[in-house]
Nanobody
Framework: EVQFVESGGGLVQAGGSLRLSCAASGLTFRDYAIAWFRQAPGKEREGVSCISTSLGSTSYGGSVKGRFTISSDTAKNTLYLQMNSLKPEDTAVYYC???????????????????WGQGTQVTVSS
């Protein structure tokens, strides 16, 4: 059984930082494209960042580029998202997801990601 457990969310003031973690079991991160998505209240879920550990590549959505950093620890089979210079508009539930059909990060199309975590809430106050 594949399971993702996210942690690290919370309440932070604008300009602050948080690091999200996503620990996986039943699936090896380095074999697939793994991404962070987020969904703000009343908005559609959007792709934030993606990593392909086997190919050594990362990608970022335009609104977080330069502020967020995605990484993975293959020994721990854990995905991270370091979020700096947080803004109120970063407030959302953040999800990790795996695309087991691809090694390369080619899209943030939700139906291409077949395993999802339960989400962790990030709230940024102004």
């Amino acid at each position: 059984e594949v399971q993702f457990v996210e942690s690290g969310g919370g309440l932070v003031q604008a300009g602050g930082s948080l690091r999200l973690s996503c620990a996986a079991s039943g699936l090896t991160f380095r074999d697939y494209a793994i991404a962070w998505f987020r969904q703000a209240p009343g908005k559609e879920r959007e792709g934030v960042s993606c990593i392909s550990t086997s190919l050594g590549s990362t990608s970022y959505g335009g609104s977080v580029k330069g502020r967020f950093t995605i990484s993975s620890d293959t020994a721990k089979n854990t995905l991270y998202l370091q979020m700096n210079s947080l803004k109120p508009e970063d407030t959302a539930v953040y999800y990790c997801a795996a695309n087991t059909m691809r090694k390369q990060c080619t899209s943030y199309i939700e139906y291409e990601y077949d395993y999802w975590g339960q989400g962790t809430q990030v709230t940024v106050s102004s």
